[in-house]
């Protein structure tokens, strides 16, 4: 049946591995089963750590998916880090007070926002990539360490870089297409169980037979 995903730490010897879902608990942030993060570090603290500028009154939420493996200090920027861009300045002058919050219009900023942030699942984040708000990385995507994703993900793309950029994809568009209608991360632990070897050997029609 697999390990239990309700469980903070799945692998007990390795405390730096954290069932995310577990370990969430933010009305904006929705995490799907299996999902784990790895950080040497203190990896309870994914939020405080990984997700910055993520403020109530925007109402932006991250989303990530099932089966997907985050690596150490992955970082998801959310739309608060944005400034008003519509003016001559970006400085933030109203939140400094003063007076100078006089005039100022939330339209200007609002207008910079991205909307909500969507990991697929069973995507790979490596360690150090940054994630910029709005973005959707599609699912069996592969997000290089360190690449800087600016803008969304193809499913079972691999994008590398700052500014992250196709390198490739993992497989021709009619299996991609086949494994997105299959969706194996939604079934049933007992049922992806029975159908690991398939999975990991990528016997593609093995999986179809099973669906």
Known sequence: MGPDPTLAHPVPAHRRIVFLKAVVDHPLIEIGDYTYYDDPEAPERFVERCVS????FIGDRLIIGRFCALATGVRFVMNGANHAMTGFSTYPFNIFGGGWEAGFDLATVQAGWKGDTVVGD?????????ILPGVRIGSGAIVAMGS????????YAIVAGN???LVRRRFDEA???RLLALGWWSWPA???SRNLG???GADLDKLEAAR
Not at 53 to 56: I, L, Q, T
Not at 122 to 130: N, Q
Not at 148 to 155: K, Q
């Open 53 to 56: 500028h993520h403020y109530d």
């Open 122 to 130: 069973d995507v790979w984040i490596g360690e150090g990539a940054t």
């Open 148 to 155: 800087m994703v600016t803008g969304d993900v193809p499913p």
């Open 163 to 165: 500014p992250a950029r």
């Open 175 to 177: 299996t991609i297409e």
């Open 190 to 192: 007992d049922k992806i």
């Open 198 to 200: 398939a999975i990991r």
